[in-house]
């Protein structure tokens, strides 16, 4: 039997992974289920999956947990400790999915035990992926990519050199506001910004999607993890989202990865890796389909694009620096104090206050100075706003 823990296992990609274990319970140990607020669907899974453990992040909801679960045997605990110690127990694969900056801890801990770590979480790579790579390697720990793209670019390079890669083409949907103008874009609500025309997923990376800022993140977690050049990591607009991604060799060959918009497609490769084994998602017809549709990525009306390549071009903590200005802009937008174009505009300017200090290239990067970025990052987006 496959020891597993689901981080997040009641978000979005936590209750895909869960559709999956459901299916073959008898292949696999279910150490540690987490999540939030939702209680109900923790103690639930829980018990369906006879975990071992079961975790809220919140210490508020403990009680509550224990009261779901009390008589089953099922350890409870609470609060970000309690996240990482169980990241800790000998498991043979973990899923990361909590979403934002909060995932890097109990991803990083499972690293140090050897564990492979299927890799929803795309913040860790952005804020720490040469750390993270560092701590994989140096323990022979497996990260397995799950953003849909990144599955797509590792599925699309087996048996292949990735000294023979010319360049890495990520899609983007496009998100609800893909045919806006600026003008239109002040004015984007929550509820349209909810919206997703393609993907089913958590309201962060879902208005991530509808500000492209998703896809800022996901072009600093290509090159993290593939260790490309910023210049051969290209994004190209497909509103359908077929077409996850392409992988052109320097032959000019194009290898592209297709299939339904499903995240269970690549939570099961990770799941499964390296072996492939039947899944329960919808297989593409291409006649229904009849065509692709393809546009050049605006980066005027989606500055996110722009900056993403400010932040690799300066390295060094200036990852961190975007995904917490990015996470806490998008706090505010959600809690109706900002509008849609200020979460750019907010963090492009908290990136030109910190970026003198950031490039720290020559300098060891530790995971404290990665939460100090972080931290002071979240502040700054505050005090701007404080300030308008
Ligand atoms: P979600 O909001 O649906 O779920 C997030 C999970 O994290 C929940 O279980 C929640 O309880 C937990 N969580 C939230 N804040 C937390 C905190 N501070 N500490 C501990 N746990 C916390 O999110 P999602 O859409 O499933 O996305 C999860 C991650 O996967 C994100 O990093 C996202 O970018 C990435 N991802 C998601 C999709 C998708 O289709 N949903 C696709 C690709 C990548
Ligand atoms: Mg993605």
Redesign the pocket.
Known sequence: MKRISI??????????TIDLIKRDKASYDVIAL?????IAQ?AQDSRDLSADIAI???EEQLPALRDALSGTGIEVAAG?AA?VEAAARPADWIM?????A??LAPGFEALKHGTSLAL????SLVTAGPLLLAEAAKHKARILP???EHSAVFQALVGEQISEVERVIITASGGPFRTWSAEQLKGATLAQACKHPS????????I?SASMF?KA?EIIETKEYFGLEPEEIEVIVHPGSYIHALVGFKDGALMAHMGVPD?RH?IGYALHWPERRALPVERLDLAKLGSLQFEAPDEVRFPALRLAREVMQTGGLAGAVFNAAKETALDLFIAGQVGFTDMAVMVERVLAQMSPDLGHQDVQITLDMVYQADAEARARVLSLQAGA
Do not use: C, H
């Open positions: 981080f997040g296992a009641t978000g979005s990609i936590g209750q895909s987490t999540g939030g607020a939702n923790l809220t992040a919140y970000q996240l990361s999915a909590i979403v934002g909060a995932g929803a979480n795309k913040e799950v953003d849909s993907w089913d997923m958590g309201q962060r990376i879902t991530d998703n993140l995240m690549a």
